[in-house]
């Protein structure tokens, strides 16, 4: 298998994404509920609906292309851990319910890739996967 993506590649690639949100989602919103919705004393339910969005979107990018546009763009993919194929939607969908387990105790979660000889989060550890360079 080949040599693991790092923290910092990774971390451009999570910028990538949320840039992506943010002009693709954002404009949806304000359209919606006008700029309003980004106040302070704004009823949060759409927020669960804002979340359930960007959770699907991501798992249809993680199953259909291998990795979000923040990882196509840095030239990444997630891959099985064992067999370096494509992950199951079921290790998908545990690779992002691990999301909150790395980032709830302060993102130590994330900060592991850095340290971790596979370059794993504690979200690629749960869902056995591994982020590797996309040579295709």
């Not at 993506?5 to 006008?34: C, E, H, N, T």
């Not at 099985?80 to 909150?100: H, I, Q, S, V």
């Not at 504690?122 to 996967?129: P, S, Y």
């Amino acid at each position: 298998m080949p040599g693991y993506v790092g923290f910092w590649q990774r971390l451009l690639a999570f910028l990538i994404d949320s840039m992506v949100v943010l002009v693709v989602y954002g404009p949806l919103v304000v359209m919606a509920f006008g700029t309003e919705y980004f106040s302070l004393d704004m009823p949060r339910y759409w927020d669960a609906a804002t979340g359930l969005v960007i959770a699907v979107g991501t798992l249809l990018f993680w199953r259909y292309q291998g990795a979000t546009p923040g990882k196509i763009a840095i030239g990444a993919k997630i891959v099985d851990a064992e067999t370096g194929g494509p992950p199951t939607t079921g290790r998908l969908a545990m690779r992002f319910l691990g999301y909150l387990v790395s980032a709830l105790p302060l993102y130590l979660g994330f900060v592991w890739i850095a340290f971790d000889r596979r370059k794993q989060g504690w979200h690629d550890k749960i869902a056995g996967t591994v982020v590797i360079p996309d040579d295709e």
